[in-house]
Each structure stands twice: as structure tokens, then as C-alpha cells.
């Protein structure tokens, strides 16, 4: 069956150059690496490997000094703003460390967020909404405020939200940062059941245990790829 799925991400040859001022400093150096569909990936790597930058190009929130990234098949560098804007909000899905909820908004309008910018009548962007927070268990929790919440309960808004789009891609950042070890293995079973679903999930972390919930690890050292592996599942 692996043998049948199809590239959704192709890297080749990625570099980033950040120009400050009087220096450059190269985040990414010629960094290689196809990811497919229903991958589970983590990617690894000390403070200024280039992981978050490498996340930020996947999620097409900024743009290399060169290199090709294929999305889909399609190349990322002829896309138009508008193109770009429409992929993140319909085809990738973000998890973040901090949660990045509105704190005046409840569990269900910060679900419907991305329904909002994608143009859903209301009705359907509160059905879905609605949909969404009870697949991650937060049924009775639709009407509650984010300080009204637990780390674990914000998080599982955030992954709602994420899904509310049906996304292909779910791009999770450090997504048990904040967290206590036993909401971190509730939120990376949580995971686990999006992948079962379908999703491909990219997971930037620094944290082994976490990785290893993964099916694949890349690390990432000073701004290349340094090791590319498969996670040996118990038998």
C-alpha cells in the first residue's frame, strides 16, 4: 500500500538566507527531503538547526532565497499571494505551542475562524465548528473562553481548528510545550487518531519521547538534513 501514495510534499535543494545588515545568516542549506501522503513526520534538531524555519516554508508562511517546494505537485514559488493565503487556510492546518487563541471569543468562534475567512455561511461554520470540537472531546466546552480552560483543553481547541477546514496537512510546533507530560501523551494520542484518519502530520519538536510517536524523524543540524529515519514500531 506505501508503494501507492503519492509525494504531497517535494523539497529539493532548499535554502534560506536571513540579510541582517552587515551579516547573513543561513538558516537552511540545500535541504532535501519528500514527505507523502498519511506521513507522520518529526522534525528534530537543537535552537538554530533551521527546523522552525523549515516548518514556516512547508506552511508556506515565508519563502526561500532558493531552492524548489513542490505542494501537492504544484510549485510553490508561482503561486500568487491569494494562492498562498487559500492553501493555508484550506489545505494546512497550524498547531501552535502557545495555542494562539482570540481570548475574548469562546471554544466555538475560535474554531469557526477559519470558516470566517474562507467565506462559509454561518450555519455551516457553526455546524462544523461544532463538529470539530466534539471530535477532539470538547462537546460541553463549545461556550467557554480559552482562561476558562485547561493548557490541554486550549490545545485541543487549537487542533480543532486546525481540522475545521478539512486540511490535508497538520502542521503542529512544539504542540505539548506547554503542557504536563500526561496532557502531552492525551494530546499526542490525539494525534495519532488524525493520522489514523488520514492526515499527513509534520511535528516540529525537541523532545524525543514526543518524536517517537512519529512513524519518520528528520533531524536537522546547522541547517541541513543530518539523519532521515524510520521509528521502529513495537511489536
Do not use: W
Not at 175 to 201: A, H, V
Amino acid at each position: 500500500m506505501s508503494s501507492e501514495r503519492k509525494a504531497i510534499i517535494e523539497i529539493q535543494d532548499l535554502s534560506k538566507i536571513y540579510d541582517l545588515g552587515a551579516i547573513q545568516v543561513a538558516a537552511l542549506r540545500g535541504v532535501s527531503v519528500n514527505i507523502l501522503e498519511n506521513d507522520y513526520v518529526a522534525i528534530m534538531g537543537p535552537s538554530g538547526s533551521g527546523k522552525s524555519t523549515l516548518m514556516n516554508l512547508i506552511g508556506c508562511l515565508d519563502t526561500p532565497s532558493s531552492g524548489e517546494y513542490y505542494l501537492a505537485g504544484e510549485r510553490v514559488a508561482h503561486l500568487t499571494d491569494r494562492q498562498l493565503a487559500d492553501i493555508r487556510n484550506r489545505r494546512i492546518g497550524f498547531v501552535f505551542q502557545t495555542f494562539n487563541l482570540l481570548p475574548r471569543a469562546s471554544a466555538l468562534q475560535n474554531v469557526e475562524l477559519p470558516l470566517v475567512y474562507a467565506g462559509e455561511s454561518p450555519s455551516e461554520r457553526r455546524r462544523r465548528a461544532k463538529e470539530a470540537l466534539e471530535a477532539v472531546g470538547l462537546g460541553d466546552r463549545m461556550k467557554h473562553r480559552p482562561n476558562e480552560m485547561s493548557g490541554g483543553q486550549r490545545q485541543r481547541v487549537a487542533i480543532a481548528r486546525a481540522l475545521v477546514t478539512n486540511p490535508s496537512i497538520i502542521l503542529a510546533d512544539e504542540p505539548t510545550g506547554n503542557l504536563d507530560s500526561k496532557t502531552g501523551d492525551e494530546i499526542m494520542q490525539l494525534f495519532e487518531r488524525i493520522y489514523d484518519n488520514g492526515n499527513t502530520i509534520i511535528l516540529v519538536t525537541h523532545e524525543e519521547d514526543i518524536a517517537r510517536h512519529a512513524r519518520r524523524i528528520v533531524r536537522l543540524r546547522d541547517g541541513v538534513i543530518e539523519s532521515d529515519q524510520v521509528v521502529p514500531r513495537a511489536a
